[in-house]
């Protein structure tokens, strides 16, 4: 290792010995001391610093360039010699200054400008880099290496035009590391120039063709300047170039379901699902389009398909169990949820299973699902605020507040966890806290609907500001004017206003829409009270009966009014 050390240091201390025989020496001594005798004893001086730098002694090497350098203080080499020093030593800013020193005797000395720049750049002084790398491409135009660290410094100051300009040069030449093409192409589309971002990953793509992450790019671009045949063309071309390319056979699917031809995505999928049927990926693609699109059965065979395939795949059992879920057998989907569960300790299948629970007013069985996976998933914003929905239905006000603010902690924006902490409040009678969180709640657009809703109907509830809850509740109509929840609460908020005739149609409307709801079917019959329609009251009331045995308050005004 160190004869290698000797070798690489030979040409540096060859660079070192010219510099100071050549340059003219200080004017000011030239008149007292003869040239030669300057050369002489700096040239000596520098042999034995430089043998001293070879041996890691820094310090002595940087006294002995330091005394050379009184014997020839011309020379811009010594300069370089003492500043490289006191960088190994981190004394940068010394090192700065002998530098800036060094380019004053020697304005083209390229190393000095090469470190000197580095340095610069180090301390973010752009303006001084810039002019330094300009110089140095003066002096080497086609050094390609210095283009390119220049390019990068108009990155960072967001010059894209004249970054562009200096990476257009570099791929004109041969040998280009073809990842410049994308570094090219994104610069364009950040200054939304499309048609040549698409030609940069056009040619990246012509050297990396079996890259799917480019097709991707390229396809999107494709489609953001409008070009949905080319992007359907290059799709197709990568599909057939590569049967693995899962993610291109999705988007090129997408592009048909987003242009009305799902039968096109359908017959895709069946294509690709046929060149593997044993395929996780395939299988689920092409059932989730049939059951969007196409032929239910069909769907159901496939999803069912995946865990006689799989088996002991867990994956297997919550795709279809979601897809039960989602068809409302709810029983069929717990039994799917629980099997995963058995397989493996990972969050998600446990969060569905609660979810599934949940549904089902199982709130013991979600509450313990969910406590099991807790410890590992706490930080889970999905699994505190279901936890906190699962507490808060049992009534355990209190107890359900700091799981919410965990979700709120984790994401301030989470605006369904926000309405959640806000009705618990109000539950718990904390009715300042929980308008403030309402409030708060309506600034975002997510959900804003469901806020109203919440908002008004708890307004309503304790008979204030029925003027606003009436705004409020006619706000979230306008955006879903068939919501059944919606319309009851807008029945609920003029029955507490006394508009009576004008409640029972919206109330009525709602269970048109909405049957068996029973906390809807006791609105009715309260509004019949008011009116004065003490049977049709006293027959709702027994129908949200019906429905909800565990009413307690509709027995008792079952009895107070039943003749």
Known sequence: MAYQNKILF?????????????????????????????????????????????LDN???????????????????????????????????ESSVRVLE???????????????????????????????????????QPFDLAIKNR????????????????????????????????????????KIEDRANAVRCFKELLSEYPGDEETYLRLGKLLQEIDDMPAAVALYNEAINTNSR?????????????????????????????????????????????????????????????????????WRAWVQTGRYEYRQNRLTNSLNHFLKACSLTDDGLPHILLAQNYFQLDSLVAAENTLRFVYPKTSASPDINYLLGLVVKRQNRFNEAVPYFQRVLKINPDHSQAINMLAETYANSRQYSVSDSLYEK?????????????????NLAERGVNLEYALTLINDALQSEPGNAAFLDTKGWVLFKMGQLEESLKFIQKSLEIRPENAEVFEHLGDVYLRIGDIDNAVRAWKEALRIDETRETLILKINRHQK
């Not at 050379?68 to 010594?78: H, P």
């Not at 379901?257 to 039968?263: G, L, N």
């Not at 398909?305 to 795949?313: A, W």
Request: net charge negative; glycine share 4%; hydrophobic share 45%.
């Open 10 to 54: 030979l040409p540096v201390l060859f660079v070192l010995i010219v510099s100071c025989s050549t340059t003219k020496p200080d004017k000011a001594l030239q008149s007292e001391v003869p040239t030669s005798v300057f050369s002489t004893q700096a040239l000596n001086l520098v042999i034995t610093a430089s043998t001293e730098e070879l």
């Open 58 to 92: 820094n310090e002595q090497a940087l006294l002995l360039f330091q005394e050379a350098q009184l014997y020839d203080s011309s020379s811009a080499g010594i300069d370089l010699a003492i500043a490289k020093l006191y960088q190994k030593l981190g004394h940068y």
């Open 101 to 139: 020193q060094g380019l004053r005797k020697d304005s083209s000395h390229y190393e000095i400008l090469d470190n000197l720049v580095i340095l610069k750049e180090i301390k973010q002084e752009y303006k001084t880099v810039i002019l330094l790398y300009k110089k140095m491409l003066h002096l």
């Open 150 to 189: 220049l390019a990068r410094v108009f990155e960072i100051i967001g010059d894209f035009s004249s970054a562009i300009e200096l990476y257009e040069e570099i791929v004109l030449l041969e040998n280009v590391r073809p990842e410049l093409w994308e570094t090219l192409g994104n610069l364009y589309l």
């Open 245 to 313: 390319f899962n993610h291109v056979v999705n988007e090129l699917a997408e592009i048909y379901i987003a242009t009305q031809k799902p039968d096109l995505a359908i017959a895709l999928y069946e294509t690709y699902y046929q060149s593997d049927t044993t395929s996780f990926f395939k299988i689920t693609s092409l059932a989730e389009t049939h059951e969007n699109f196409g032929d239910g059965q069909r769907a159901h065979f496939l999803f069912h398909q995946l865990v006689k395939i799989f088996p002991q795949e």
């Open 441 to 457: 709640a309506l600034a975002h657009a997510q959900g804003k609907a469901f806020v109203q809703n919440n908002f008004s109907f």
